[in-house]
């Protein structure tokens, strides 16, 4: 290599390294208006009391399912989570409100299980909580878990093997809201940091679709044909300190992958699209899909009914064992 392709190739490296540091910078300055820790109390309060409610109340029910559960444990959550109950409806939250409802159902299920137990918590939980039992709403705590058949596991093997991206679609059907909703409902299963649930899923369908298609460089050749394009995203404000600030990637890839099985269990096609781009693009997105400066994009998921004649790429698989290390 010449002198001079050597002197390119280290200024090459060296514009490289100053974007990486400005794209990272710009990351994290969205992360920290936004997060729990450090986000504008007045702008974004209610969202953070609420990520405060969800890691106390789930707190709790781990508690209550360990195999050493120790009576009157967790003292110090279940009396923060009180406060926070306080806090929540001083701020301008709603009782009627789902995780509102749940840390009361986990207060509730703390009590039971000590009142099984024949053991007294009266001077932990004020007596307020159970004078209005049938108001709370939904259900938080402990339960046992849900059975599997055989038949269950070999139909999820059979279920995700057969699912691979397709990239041509049927413009003439569009997918039922009912049947999104659905698969979102599925997709919600999927597992988060304290149970927070940051993901959020934005629909656009005909030329709102083909609109959002345009900013994302992967889908040429095939975007045309896409009916109806689903943008997943993280609420940031869910999240606290910076060691959560990958957080949202990672729920948000569990989530994806979650509502792609589902919508190909009901019968719909997908394709991943990746959002691996410079701010100043994530910016030109958020504006144009109406998505707040709080909310991470994750990636874009074109969905619809195949085309009858539809092929699909053979994307073949290494071998298992190049992914496994036995320790």
């Known amino acids: ?8 190739k280290k200024c090459r490296r060296s514009l490289e390294w100053v974007k990486l540091q400005r794209e990272s910078a710009l990351d994290a300055q969205r992360y920290f208006r936004s997060a729990s820790w450090a986000g504008p ?4 309060e209610l969202a953070h009391i609420e990520s ?9 029910e781990k508690g209550l399912v360990m195999s050493d559960f120790r009576p009157r444990s967790g003292t110090g959550v279940l009396k923060r989570l009180i406060v926070l109950t306080s806090i929540w409806k001083e701020a301008g939250g709603r009782e009627c409100e789902f995780h509102f409802q749940a840390a009361l159902a986990a207060i509730k299920s703390y009590h039971r299980k000590h009142q099984d137990l024949n053991i007294d918590v009266s001077d932990l939980i004020p007596a307020k909580f159970w004078d209005e039992e049938d108001a709370i709403t939904t259900e938080a705590g402990s339960k046992l878990p849900n059975e599997l058949s055989a038949d269950d596991r070999a139909r999820f093997d059979q279920l ?8 041509q679609f049927d413009l003439d059907r569009v997918p039922d809201r009912d049947l999104l ?18 993901w959020r899923v934005h629909f656009y369908e005909g030329a709102a679709a083909q609109e959002m298609l345009s900013f994302q460089n992967g889908n040429r050749g095939f975007g045309h044909l896409i009916p109806m394009v689903a943008i997943v995203t993280s609420d940031m404000r869910l999240f606290g300190g910076g060691v959560e600030r990958y957080q949202g990637w990672i729920e948000g890839g569990l989530f ?15 394709v991943p699209l990746n959002w691996s781009r410079l701010n100043k693009d994530d910016r030109a997105l958020r504006e144009a899909a109406d998505i707040p400066d709080h909310e991470r994009i994750i990636m874009l998921i074109g969905c619809g009914y195949a085309s009858a004649d539809h092929e699909v790429t053979c994307s073949p698989r ?9 320790h």
């Open 41 to 44: 109390v007045k702008r974004h």
């Open 52 to 60: 405060d409610l969800i890691k106390h109340y789930h707190v709790l």
């Open 160 to 167: 995700a093997l057969s699912r691979h991206s397709v990239r």
């Open 318 to 326: 290494s071998p298992v064992s190049n992914f496994i290390k036995w």
């Open 1 to 8: 290599m010449s002198f001079l392709a050597r002197i390119k």
């Open 256 to 270: 994806s992958m979650n509502f792609l099985l589902a919508l190909h269990a009901r019968g719909l096609s997908s």
């Open 181 to 198: 909703t659905g698969a979102v409902g599925v997709a919600i299963s999927a597992p988060s940091v304290c149970n927070r649930q940051t």
